[in-house]
């Protein structure tokens, strides 16, 4: 293919990866809060539904910062937490009904929350800084997982991080530098967001999962193997399995050294090339959270 025809693709797919090419910065002040697990639920903390998803506001360096969160109705106690996370050029309210969380979380009772990322790309359009120690991002998405626990039932051992390309990015940062807080991961055409094993100082072995298109024209397959076996090399994984599922070319679970599983599912994309790099919808979306899911409740924080 060539490349300005894959570059209007990318155009058309809404360029939602955003690739960092700059220097080493200073860090950012951070405002992490709390290093570890959450605490246990209080026991005012509420189960009531939003009633929808609603838009709350966090000060974050100084100045508000909003995510969007969906508490499903029926919850009976502490739930978990997906944190579902957009890719460049996007935002809470374009990714969230692009996902289908909402309506997973109902049925499967769990609190999403859809933070909003700190790069301005436009009117409405958000990227992440997904680099080490560079920008606010990494203690923003800290702050917004304590936030949801400050008021709801959260179960400390599920919180759990869902992202798109460059969400994707961000979500691979966080399971680097907050796996102290996060049970599990898992990506959809995301590539890696460390730049090897030494940039990426996870405190534990974490399980992730990553999944894309055969024919996504934004994150090639070479570059979701590289994540994969990002992960692989950091969970020590051996014995291979294979895995099967709706459009499901090559599936793949490893198991890992310390008890941690990683996972890689490509899919046969869609025959409008345009809709590769998209969150899948459908039996194709559906599909991606099960197996999301089923990596999530197999790997709780120890």
């Not at 898992?186 to 090897?196: L, M, N, S, Y």
């Not at 992960?231 to 310390?258: K, S």
């Not at 090339?273 to 919808?281: D, G, L, M």
Request: aromatic share 8%.
């Amino acid at each position: 293919m060539r490349w300005n025809t894959i570059r209007a693709i990318s155009a058309v797919a809404g360029a939602l990866l955003t690739v960092s090419l700059a220097g080493p910065m200073a860090p950012a002040t951070a405002e992490v809060t709390g290093i570890g697990p959450l605490p246990a639920p209080s026991a005012s903390c509420s189960t009531s539904p939003t009633g929808g998803s609603v838009e709350r506001t966090i000060d974050h360096e100084g100045a508000p910062r909003p995510y969007r969160l969906f508490v499903p109705s029926g919850l009976t106690g502490p739930a978990p937490l997906i944190v579902a996370v957009h890719g460049g050029q996007s935002s809470p309210s374009i990714f969230e009904p692009q996902t289908g969380w909402n309506s997973f979380a109902e049925t499967n009772k769990v609190i999403v929350a859809y933070p909003r990322g700190s790069k301005s790309e436009g009117i409405g359009k958000w990227a992440w800084e997904f680099a080490r120690n560079v920008g606010p991002d990494v203690s923003f998405l800290r702050k917004v997982v304590h936030d949801v626990a400050a008021s709801y039932c959260v179960l400390p051992k599920r919180v759990h991080f869902a992202g798109h390309s460059n969400g994707g990015q961000m979500t691979s940062r966080m399971a680097c530098d907050a796996a102290d807080l996060i049970a599990s991961a898992a990506v959809w055409a995301g590539p890696k967001g460390a730049w090897d094993l030494a940039d990426c100082p996870a405190s534990r072995k974490i399980a992730f999962g990553v999944m894309l298109n055969d024919n996504d024209p934004v994150v090639w397959q070479w570059i979701a193997e590289q994540h994969r076996d990002h992960w692989r090399q950091m969970n020590n994984c051996g014995t291979e399995h294979g895995e099967t599922g709706p459009g499901v070319l090559t599936g793949q679970r490893f198991d890992c050294a310390a008890g941690t599983s990683v996972i890689y599912r490509l899919y046969d994309g869609p025959d409008d090339v345009s809709q590769a790099h998209v969150w899948p919808s459908g039996a194709r979306g559906t599909d991606v959270r099960a197996r999301m899911w089923s990596l999530f409740t197999a790997n709780p924080l120890p």
